[in-house]
T-cell receptor, first 115, second 114 residues
Framework: DVKVTQSSRYLVKRTGEKVFLECVQD?????MFWYRQDPGLGLRLIYF???????EKGDIPEGYSVSREKKERFSLILESASTNQTSMYLC??????????????FGPGTRLTVL | DQQVKQNSPSLSVQEGRISILNCDYT??????FLWYKKYPAEGPTFLISISSIKDKNEDGRFTVFLNKSAKHLSLHIVPSQPGDSAVYFC?????????????FGKGTKLTVNP
């Protein structure tokens, strides 16, 4: 059974803290993605990566950075958390050409609250 | 500019009836369309997809229709069941600037009443 796992289901942090969200996939996928989901706004892409040590900005990268040192692991970093970063964070992975439809496999999400 | 639009934030249907969820897109370069289902506090799960070379794809109770000329697709669920109550996201795929991103709509919350 293929899996994308995220380090925490729920996280509470204080304003100004540095926050690390970890994502691991066991499918040997090349592509990995970080989204945030907010009510009425759908899924918005923060950053993505096509290969180890590669990263590209998504639609809303401000206030975030990422790290991909190993193929299976993609980390999202909030350098200085702010209250407007309270959200559900979703990690996903995919493989080029798999099924031809760019299907992404999602983790269970991390509900982050910044106080 | 929203490239994938789901204009109905919510939909309520009776158990056993048909649910129709709609999605419009603006970019004619999209060549695959996907539907995801999401329960609260869980990640989205893939439901069904359709290639731009087809106009219909069926999988059990779920059928997706694509009208390329209208840039419109719809997801039909027949018969609807209470367990189908979830948020449904439409997504479009295509090589955009060399990437393999999915562009998501904002979602439609489906409630199936017993």
């Amino acid at each position: 059974d293929v899996k994308v796992t995220q380090s925490s289901r729920y996280l509470v942090k204080r304003t100004g803290e540095k926050v690390f969200l970890e994502c691991v996939q066991d499918m040997d996928h090349e592509n990995m993605f970080w989204y945030r989901q907010d009510p009425g706004l759908g899924l918005r892409l923060i950053y993505f990566s096509y290969d180890v040590k590669m990263k590209e900005k998504g639609d809303i990268p401000e206030g975030y950075s990422v790290s991909r040192e190993k193929k299976e692991r993609f980390s999202l970093i909030l350098e200085s958390a702010s209250t407007n970063q309270t959200s559900m964070y979703l990690c996903a992975s995919s493989s080029p050409g798999l099924a031809g439809n760019n299907e992404q496999f999602f983790g269970p999400g991390t509900r982050l609250t910044v106080l | 500019d929203q490239q994938v639009k789901q204009n109905s934030p919510s939909l309520s249907v009776q158990e056993g009836r048909i649910s129709i969820l709609n999605c419009d897109y603006t970019n004619s370069m999209f060549d695959y369309f996907l539907w995801y289902k999401k329960y609260p506090a869980e990640g989205p799960t893939f439901l069904i997809s359709i290639s731009s070379i087809k106009d219909k794809n069926e999988d059990g109770r779920f059928t997706v229709f694509l009208n390329k000329s209208a840039k419109h697709l719809s997801l039909h669920i027949v018969p609807s069941q209470p367990g189908d109550s979830a948020v449904y996201f439409c997504a479009a795929s295509g090589i955009q600037g060399g990437s393999e991103k999915l562009v998501f709509g904002k979602g439609t919350k489906l409630t199936v009443n017993p």
